[in-house]
């Protein structure tokens, strides 16, 4: 006798495989969402390439007056060197330490601290003199400690004119978060007894 074959209801099998698939696909709204959020993703990624960075960066060296932190930017800077002392002009200003003479000229040497209104400590330190170049005109900054070079970026500091507690805020060009004040390198060399000269 032969044996019967069995039929497949191919009908059946082909709803249960639909249903498989709908089982494991993502319903429809949540795989709309995925799709909409990696569209949205793509469109930052490409308007960040397209975009430049405004915010300029620069180097500037910090430095200590007292137990407050300053900085200059490093393309105002010819030179750093340890203090070894000045020549005082009689009738100048306390702001004006002396004069010296580096290599065969001579240079106004301004004490940044007595510019800024800070209190002068008895026992201070020689310090270091940070030599200030625009153009042709040199003076050397006298200061109390250098601490490092750092970079700063332009929209990590704000005005100064928002902190009106700080007596020298008209020779600042900005402060940061870690309150590292930002010096003029053009407010200092507009002081008068260095537009004049020293002698």
Known sequence: MKPQTKRFDWAQVSQKLQQLHLSVDPVPQAKERIETAYRERAARLALQRLLPDTAATFAALVFTLGTEH????????????????????????????????????????????????????????????????????????LVDQVVNVRPFRSDDTVDPAHDGTHSAISYLKGITADNVMLISAEKLLSLSFIKEGPL
């Open 70 to 141: 300053y900085a200059i930017e490093l393309r105002d800077l010819a030179e750093v060197l340890p203090f070894k002392g000045c020549m005082p002009v009689p009738g100048m200003p306390p702001e004006l330490a002396g004069v010296l003479n580096l290599r065969g000229a001579i240079r106004p040497v301004v004490d940044v601290a007595r510019v800024m209104g800070l209190p002068i400590a008895k026992d201070r330190s020689p310090g270091w003199l940070l030599v200030l170049r625009r153009g042709s005109l040199q003076t050397g900054l």
